[in-house]
Structure formats: C-alpha cells, structure tokens
C-alpha cells in the first residue's frame, strides 16, 4: 500500500500493480481495495501490462476523508493519482466510479489520455428519475440521523434488492464493511447529480477518446444509456460485451480495456 496527499489534505491509499502506460481504477458503490470486488479483480489482470493504480476513495478503506463533501474534491483525489502516475493516465470507472470518472475527465481534460466507461447507472426514464430523487431525500435523512445500516438498506433496494431480503443481508459477513462506508453512498450519489439523468451536454464536452460499455445480460436501460453517452460525445464508441451483468466480470472487461488503451484510434 502506498499514500498520496490530495489538494485539501486528504490521504489516499492506493496499490500500484504492474509496469507500462498507468491506468487509474475508479471503484463503484461500497469498492475498496480490501473487499473481492469487479475492480479489485480487474486490476492485476491489467497489471500485466499497465501500471495499475488501485486506490481507496475517499471515506473508504485506508484512505482518509475531510468534509464538507464535494465531487471537485473527488477529481483532485484523480488528479493526485495521475501526477503521481507522471501527470497522464487511463482512467477507467465502473457504475457509479464510471460516472465520477466521467466527472474528473470533463474537468481535467488531456491529463487523461483515454476514458472507459462500464455501465455508467445514468437513467433517462422518468419513473427512474422520480425514484433518484426520493431516494437522495431519504439517504440524507438517514444518513443524517446515523442509521447507516438503513442507508445501506436503501442503496440495495433502489438497485433491486426487494425489501424482505435485506433482514438476511444484515447476517452477511461483509455487513459491517457495508455500514462503514455508508456515507460514501452520498458521494456516489452527488457524482450522478440531482435526477441522475444521462448527462449528454456534459459528455459533449468530454473530447479524449473514450469507450462506453454495458453487458448484454445487465438492466436494458445500461444499454440505452451507453449508446446515448458515446452518441453524445465527439470521440467515442459504444460496445455490449457479451453475456455480462452490471457484475461485470474481470476476464470479460479486462481484453476489451487493453485493446482500447492499447489502440491508436479511439
């Protein structure tokens, strides 16, 4: 493990895995490096031909957190990274992590060289929208009043857990990690924005070359939202991989990463 200190005094804790062009992982919901995650996983495979940089956002894991929250405060944590990685890296996210990814390029430009994006949880349906903004309302005032195992509980429901499971997910060993780390679901949240809408005239702005994909056994709206983003934006293409969930596994997403970062041509 190593640590890097961001603009506001925020430490962050990161792995660095492998030697070649640096590429910057950032983590989902509830990711850290000590849990068996998407990106966890994804990591040393990359390394055999990247310089991985595997890092604790902030609030989580070994990394520190200063308040009040801010997503800017997030992309300076990026930002850190990539002058850590000699001042140009990859940067690859996954679901709520693609969409700050999105956020730390749209604000540090060139710094990033090439952009992944999987699955992105953007939702332009309306009922969707309406379901944010009741679940931003109560996972503050959850959150507010300490109940961070509701806030937990929320998060899982929202993404379609139904309410009768969660009594037994208080029982699973990787509860206590999931409470721990509940405030973060706020800056998860503030990183999709107020109704968590597909931000096509932000993407529009976003000109490094950049993939945008979705699995083809995940939630239909992943695949309409992908194909609005790489639509959206002057440099980009859309791709389904084949046979994954929003649970995208390593082996599937790691070939198509290295072929992207690896190419020429966006």
Same mark, same amino acid.
């Given at each position: 493990? &190593?640590?890097? =200190?961001?603009?506001?005094? +925020?430490?962050?804790? #990161?792995? =660095? ?14 990711? &850290? ?10 990591? $040393? !495979? ?7 940089? /595997? ?12 308040? @009040? ?20 890296? %990859? ?13 730390? +390029? ?29 679940? =931003? ?9 300490? =109940? ?16 009768? /499971?969660?009594?037994?997910?208080? &029982? /699973? $060993? ?8 509940? @405030? ?22 976003? +000109?490094? @070359? ?9 939630? $239909? %709206?992943?695949? !309409? ?18 046979? &994954?969930? /929003?649970? !995208? ?5 790691? $070939?198509?990463?290295?072929?992207? #970062? ?5």
């Amino acid at each position: 493990m &190593q640590k890097i =200190r961001s603009a506001d005094g +925020t430490t962050i804790a #990161f792995d =660095r895995l492998g030697q070649g062009p640096a590429v910057v992982l950032v983590g989902g919901a509830f990711e &850290q490096r000590a849990l068996d995650t998407d990106t966890a996983q994804l990591a $040393p !495979v990359l390394a055999r031909q990247f310089t991985v940089f /595997h890092y604790d956002r902030r609030g989580r894991g070994d990394s520190t957190d200063t308040l @009040p929250y801010a997503v800017e405060r997030e992309i300076e944590d990026i930002e850190a990274l990539i002058n850590e990685a000699g001042g140009s890296a %990859f940067l690859s996210g996954i679901s709520s992590g693609a969409t700050l990814a999105l956020e730390a +390029t749209s604000k540090l430009g060139t710094k990033v060289k090439k952009l992944a994006l999987y699955e992105p949880p953007y939702n332009a349906d309306e009922a969707a929208k309406q379901a944010w903004v009741k679940y =931003r309302k109560q996972l503050k005032e959850t959150l507010a009043a300490g =109940r961070r195992g509701d806030a937990v509980g929320l998060f899982m429901m929202l993404v379609g857990m139904p309410a009768e /499971h969660l009594a037994g997910m208080y &029982q /699973h $060993p990787m509860w206590p990690m999931f409470e721990a780390v509940a @405030p973060t679901l706020a800056y998860d949240a503030a990183a999709m924005g107020d109704e968590a809408d597909v931000p096509t005239e932000k993407a529009a702005r976003v +000109t490094v @070359p950049t993939l945008v994909m979705n699995g083809s056994a995940s939630f $239909p %709206f992943m695949h !309409v939202t992908a194909v609005a983003l790489a639509k959206a934006m002057p440099n980009a293409r859309q791709q389904t991989l084949e046979g &994954q969930t /929003h649970e !995208v596994k390593a082996e599937a997403l790691a $070939p198509v990463l290295t072929e992207f #970062f690896n190419s020429g041509a966006s």
